[in-house]
């Protein structure tokens, strides 16, 4: 029976330590399984370093690769998660010229039907900011790229679970070992 491939969440709770990302990079590719995301940033304790991956695959891929993770030396717990399971986010911004803002009256229109910030304007360009899922941010730039985008840039998703995992109890238990 052939498992359905899901967009899948994994955290992965680890020391920072230089190479790691490499190695966990490595997995993925080994198995030639495609990254659509990745953040990495210090999770809730001190010392401890959060990398939020998401993925499309199966179920048991999924498994197979958490099992791999656990297994170097510097990582303290690894999670799979649906995206059902999960509350998440993604952040971008745009840098546009300025005359547009001014002379564009649906570009202001765009801005205030898509809930996006204006984070700085200037004689050259203005700089707008924008969180949400996947499918708002690529609305938001389909609009804007009509007009005319100078830059773009999107974060990887950020996420928490819907479930208490307790897993600050588990990394002071880590940290004071």
Do not use: W
């Not at 804007?144 to 600050?168: C, H, N, P, W």
């Amino acid at each position: 029976m052939n498992e359905e491939i899901k967009s899948f969440t994994i955290s992965v709770y680890t020391e920072n330590n230089i190479g790691l990302l490499n190695r966990i990079s490595a997995i993925f590719q080994r198995r030639h399984i495609n990254i659509e995301s990745l953040t990495t940033s210090q999770s809730e304790i001190e010392g401890v370093n959060r990398f939020v991956i998401v993925v499309n695959i199966t179920e048991s891929q999924a498994k197979k690769i958490i099992g791999q993770i656990e297994r170097q030396v510097e990582t303290i717990k690894a999670y799979y998660h649906t995206d059902e399971e999960t509350i998440f986010t993604e952040s971008c911004m745009f840098k546009i010229k300025s005359e547009l803002l001014f002379e564009e009256p649906q570009i202001q229109n765009i801005i205030k039907e898509s809930d996006t910030r204006i984070i700085t304007v200037n004689k050259e360009f203005f700089v707008l900011e924008k969180s949400g899922r996947r499918f708002e941010i690529e609305e938001l730039r389909k609009a804007l790229s009509a007009f005319g985008i100078m830059q773009f840039v999107r974060s990887g998703r950020i996420a928490v679970t819907k479930d208490e995992m307790k897993i600050t109890e588990m990394l002071l238990a880590f940290n004071n070992q």
